[in-house]
T-cell receptor
Framework: DAGITQSPRYKITETGRQVTLMCHQT?????MFWYRQDLGHGLRLIYY???????DKGEVPDGYVVSRSKTENFPLTLESATRSQTSVYFC????????????FGDGTRLSIL | GNSVTQMEGPVTLSEEAFLTINCTYT??????LFWYVQYPGEGLQLLLK?????DKGSNKGFEATYRKETTSFHLEKGSVQVSDSAVYFC?????????FGAGTTVTVRA
């Protein structure tokens, strides 16, 4: 039962660099989500995807890009990292949207210097 | 859209104390309700859920009852342990997504 895995667990990079966070799930869940978690802001949805090749913006999408060419993978790319994107990023998946619970990965702690 | 309001923390308790974390919701219809727990350095884990009014979700000694009359889903545990120290989130569906409460940090002292 591999579940949902995120990589890397920790990343340090510099402003202006591109960085990609990976997310892989083994359940064949239709929906996948990216959140960021910051003190004082709780969990904020960045992007989500209802199926392969279908993605949509969440609350805070600016500065991020996603793709979903395969059901099991949902990478998140920061095209030109800024210090304000220093955060802990969580990927989640659910069998369907709506009333189904989401299952979370262990997160990527990203620091941008 | 649907939303939850969760009791803010932090909450500090002694072992074997009773824990209550309040959560109220605003929703169209009768969506499922969830409690998640986040231990230090980890992602959120589903703690319990309830799918309809008067349902009681339970897990690891925690309980929450889906109260339609008071639009509440309070989390309770009768005797907490140090290992229950974590952040707790109330959540409910909002379109295809989940709306989360702000989270309540619980610290249990030995």
């Amino acid at each position: 039962d591999a579940g949902i895995t995120q990589s890397p667990r920790y990343k340090i990079t510099e402003t202006g660099r591109q960085v990609t966070l990976m997310c892989h799930q083994t359940w064949s869940h239709s929906y996948m989500f990216w959140y960021r978690q910051d003190l004082g802001h709780g969990l904020r949805l960045i992007y989500y995807s209802a199926a392969a090749d279908i993605t949509d913006k969440g609350e805070v999408p600016d500065g991020y890009v996603v793709s979903r060419s395969k059901t099991e993978n949902f990478p998140l790319t920061l095209e030109s990292a800024t210090r304000s994107q220093t955060s802990v990023y969580f990927c989640a998946s659910s069998r369907t949207g709506g009333n189904q619970p989401q299952h979370f990965g262990d997160g990527t702690r990203l620091s941008i210097l | 859209g649907n939303s939850v309001t969760q009791m803010e923390g932090p909450v500090t308790l002694s072992e074997e104390a009773f824990l209550t974390i309040n959560c109220t919701y605003t929703a169209t219809g009768y969506p499922s309700l969830f409690w998640y727990v986040q231990y230090p350095g980890e992602g959120l884990q589903l703690l319990l859920k309830a799918t309809k009014a008067d349902d009681k979700g339970s897990n690891k000694g925690f309980e929450a009852t889906y109260r339609k009359e008071t639009t509440s889903f309070h989390l309770e545990k009768g005797s907490v342990q140090v290992s229950d120290s974590a952040v707790y989130f109330c959540a409910l569906p909002n379109d295809y997504k989940l709306s989360f409460g702000a989270g309540t940090t619980v610290t249990v002292r030995a």
